[in-house]
């Protein structure tokens, strides 16, 4: 069958025999990355709420860091979050470093900018005759961006699904700061890139149409909120 054919089915036997390595590699991955969006979202979304209904001196300084924040290297984050967990760092105590819960925080840093722009967009094209007419009915200010934020519910998510697109294909955080260990934080990308390097194709292979696969399923719900 050739070297391409060969590693194809072999993937397909890991995937479809559930091979314990590539189980424990998906199930990082997404638990990392779905812990990380969740946390993202309770960040982003009331922030990006908030630069898009209130107008003050600064703002537009704020939504350059924010745009700045989108385009941060993944090792920058890395090597910031390495020097603040690592032993000889303020947080190093904790004894964080090379953990799951560094991965999230290193995630989090990195999926927080995007929801917070996409919902900022969101908020700003957004009809503000939303806001003056709950207002005029009585609502408060809360309950007024609460009745915003049900309109653009399908913005809101797409922001969230975006984020999430982003963090479960990052592969420089999670090596920098999970230190690719077997079964604890070892991902679909670090596996990927470590199995490769070892001459490991087919095992590689396999992570990879789970990833595509992944992803694929997260752009179909995209583009199907995105044409509602």
């Known amino acids: ?16 025999g559930f091979d314990r390595e590539v ?10 990355s779905s812990c990380s969006i969740a946390i993202a979202a309770l960040l982003g979304v009331p922030i990006g709420l908030w630069l898009g209904l209130n107008r003050f001196r600064g703002r537009q300084l704020l939504i350059a860091l924010l745009n700045t ?7 920058v984050v890395g090597l910031l979050l390495f020097g ?15 953990t799951p819960l560094a991965m999230i925080a290193g995630q989090t840093v990195l999926a927080a900018p995007i929801v917070a722009n996409l919902v900022l967009a ?44 982003r963090v479960i294909a ?27 390097s070892k001459g490991e194709f087919a095992f590689g292979l396999a992570l990879g149409i789970i990833l595509l696969s992944v992803a694929l399923i997260v752009n179909l719900f995209l583009n199907a909120l995105q044409q509602r």
């Open 1 to 16: 069958m050739g070297y391409w054919g060969d590693s194809l089915l072999t993937a397909f036997e890991l995937i479809l």
């Open 84 to 98: 603040l967990l690592s032993r000889q760092g303020p947080l190093g105590p904790l004894g964080l470093l090379f």
């Open 23 to 32: 189980r424990m590699a998906v199930w990082t991955s997404l638990y990392t």
């Open 69 to 75: 924040l989108m385009a941060l290297p993944t090792v």
């Open 122 to 165: 969101a908020v700003t094209g957004a009809d503000q005759r939303i806001i003056n007419t709950a207002l005029t009915l009585g609502a408060s200010r809360l309950q007024a961006a609460i009745q915003l934020l049900r309109e653009i519910r399908f913005g809101v998510m797409a922001a969230v699904i975006a984020g999430f697109g």
């Open 170 to 196: 990052e592969v420089g955080v999670a090596m920098m700061l999970g230190g690719n260990i077997r079964n604890s934080t070892r991902t679909m990308t670090t596996a990927i890139a470590l199995e490769t």
